[in-house]
């Protein structure tokens, strides 16, 4: 599976789960697809979620500007990803 970007996503023991978050990723775009969603709020911070932070993955619970996979392959695929905590900034955009 092809990966987006630079990701590579570890568990705290070092095992490589890349290839799990990019399949959910992939289901993810495959259901916004199915149902013709445009826009979708995700958790930020998270490795597949993260909208603007995620965790810098070694595990301290430290951020870093970023995105997670499945807001990348899904913002690539023009649906536009809103975190928790910008659900304003996407309310104002749909009154536009």
């Known amino acids: 599976m092809a990966l987006i970007g630079d990701a590579f996503i570890k568990t705290a023991e070092g095992d490589n789960v890349t290839d ?3 399949s959910g990723a992939q289901k993810a775009l495959s259901l916004c697809r199915e149902h013709n969603i445009r826009y979708a709020i ?3 911070s998270s490795p597949s979620c993260g909208s603007s932070l995620i965790y810098n993955g070694r595990f301290e619970g430290q951020k870093v500007e970023g995105q997670g996979v499945t807001t990348a392959l899904l913002r690539q ?3 536009s990803v ?3 905590f910008s ?3 996407l309310i104002s955009h749909l009154k536009h």
Request: charged fraction near 20%; avoid cysteine.
């Open 20 to 22: 799990a978050f990019l």
């Open 42 to 44: 995700l958790t930020e």
């Open 77 to 79: 695929s023009g649906v």
């Open 82 to 84: 809103y975190s928790q």
């Open 87 to 89: 659900i304003e900034d």
